[in-house]
């Protein structure tokens, strides 16, 4: 732990784990993990082997998992990127969860780009999201999709490039309450 590093109360760090300037709220748990100017919430969990990158943000009680890179990002509350996957330059909703394998491509050449994702979204592995893209709250993004244009609020859309077709299936909440997205046009 070096330079302006700060840790919460009741945490776990460790084993191996580099920390510089991140500061790590109460009850955090981060493991065989780097961190680089960044802000892991209370309760959080990071690891093994993830790599917050300086101006991220997580959110409380979320999760970066194994083999994750993430720069720039803020991931809101309870939302999940557990393993396998690059997040960078993007703004990540309370409770989604990305699949293995999901990117963000934010470099086009010339430019950074940022991604946005709403609440409630859920992306299958070996997604792609190519910037500057928005994915509506509580859309569905089927296996191998890749995104180059916005998915309206509670749709699905899956392929390359990506194509809304139906619906989002509709979800329930811890407490048996049945949620659907907006359903707007496509």
């Known amino acids: 732990m070096r330079g302006e590093t700060k ?8 084993p191996s ?3 510089l300037d991140t500061l790590v709220g109460d009850g955090a748990l981060v493991e065989r993990s780097v961190g680089r100017g960044a802000a892991v919430g209370p309760g959080a969990n990071v690891g093994p082997y993830a790599y917050l990158r300086p101006g991220t943000v997580l959110g409380e009680v979320s999760k970066v998992g194994a083999y994750c890179e993430l720069k720039n990002t803020r991931v809101g509350a309870g939302s999940k990127v557990p393993h396998l996957s690059y997040v960078g330059d993007a703004e990540i909703g309370e409770g989604v ?6 990117i963000t491509a934010n470099y086009d050449g010339k430019d950074k780009h940022r991604t946005t994702i709403r609440d409630g979204v859920f992306t299958g592995i070996n997604t792609n999201l190519i910037a500057p893209v928005t994915i509506g709250e509580n859309a569905y993004l089927g296996a191998g999709s890749v995104v180059n244009k916005d998915i309206p609020p509670g749709k699905m859309a899956v392929g390359m490039p990506a194509r809304v077709i139906r619906d989002a299936p509709e979800k329930v909440s811890k407490d048996g309450k049945k949620k659907q997205g907006d359903q707007g046009g496509e």
């Open 7 to 14: 840790i919460g109360s009741d945490c776990v760090i460790g």
């Open 17 to 19: 784990t580099d920390l």
């Open 97 to 102: 969860n990305l699949g293995a394998g999901t």
